[in-house]
């Protein structure tokens, strides 16, 4: 009912910044709250930041200081800015929607950070 499309990733070296976009389109009144999540090769998918409906951010440890989410709704859009990027960015990023009875993924971007 949702889908989600990531864009902005790429190959940036350590220090540097990228902003991820996160473009929805569907029954976007059924999100409840969207986020990025990181999978590196060989490891488990991990959250790194959310936003809910009500507009609260959370961010993992490893990102605090350096990310940031937002929205933009009226572009049924999410931005992950990344800065001071480090070569353990290094992932494909993937964007998520929940919500009641929504579970939905996009199809990941990479971020390759160079030492």
């Known amino acids: 009912q949702v889908q989600l499309v990531e864009s902005g990733g790429g190959l940036v070296q350590a220090g540097g910044s990228l902003r991820l976009s996160c473009g929805a389109s569907?029954?976007?009144?059924?999100?409840?709250?969207m986020g990025w999540y990181c999978q590196a090769p060989g490891k488990q998918r991990e959250a790194v930041a959310a936003i809910t409906r009500a507009g609260t951010t959370n961010y993992a440890d490893s990102v605090r200081g350096r990310f940031t989410i937002s929205r933009d709704n009226a572009k049924n859009t999410v931005y992950l800015q990344m800065n001071s990027l480090k070569p353990e960015d290094t992932a494909v990023y993937y964007c998520r929607a929940v919500g009641a009875r929504l579970d939905s993924w996009g199809q990941g971007t990479q971020v390759t950070v160079s030492a």
């Open positions: 569907g029954s976007i009144s059924s999100i409840n709250a």
